[in-house]
């Protein structure tokens, strides 16, 4: 099957099988490692890749599905966004496996709550799992790039 969309703000296409996953997709056609598959059961939040603009689980959605759509991953360029600067400058990360999927998550809840309570913070990132649990310094990375999109 023949699908073209948008990564990362560029056209793409890609010839993919039709059982394929996102993540798949993301690996096999494009060399794009960010999302990563843990849990392979859309409980941990590492494979999360937005697809116009809402987060999905990309061990589960069918790569078949972005056909026509607009999809963002964590590899958006050389320069890093506020939301990246954020958690870096938060030390919002450990081993960084769960990163990208947190970082997505962030930039959803950006987009839709300019200035995100922390209850919002904690809600919008509930589905995403720390093991190194890194909650606070994430919670204070997402409260940084908030105030970082403002100015």
């Known amino acids: 099957m023949r ?22 997709l993301l690996q096999q056609r494009f060399d794009l490692f960010g999302a990563r598959e843990s849990c392979a059961q859309g409980l941990c939040g590492c494979c999360t890749v937005l697809v116009d603009g809402k987060a999905v689980s990309g061990c589960l959605y069918l790569a078949a599905f972005v056909d026509g759509a607009r999809v963002e991953t964590i590899e958006q360029g050389e320069a890093l966004d506020a939301v990246q600067e954020a958690f870096i400058e938060a030390g919002a990360f450990q081993c960084g496996f769960c990163t990208p999927g947190f970082v997505l998550m962030a930039r ?27 909650y606070p310094e994430i919670i204070n990375a997402v409260r940084i790039a908030a105030q970082k999109r403002k100015a």
């Open 3 to 24: 699908i073209s969309f948008t990564l990362n703000g560029e056209p793409a296409a890609a010839e993919i099988e039709t059982h394929w996953t996102l993540i798949e």
């Open 108 to 134: 959803q809840l950006l987009a839709a709550h300019a200035d995100p309570s922390e209850d919002e913070i904690r809600h919008y990132l509930s589905g995403n799992l720390c093991r190194c649990a890194a």
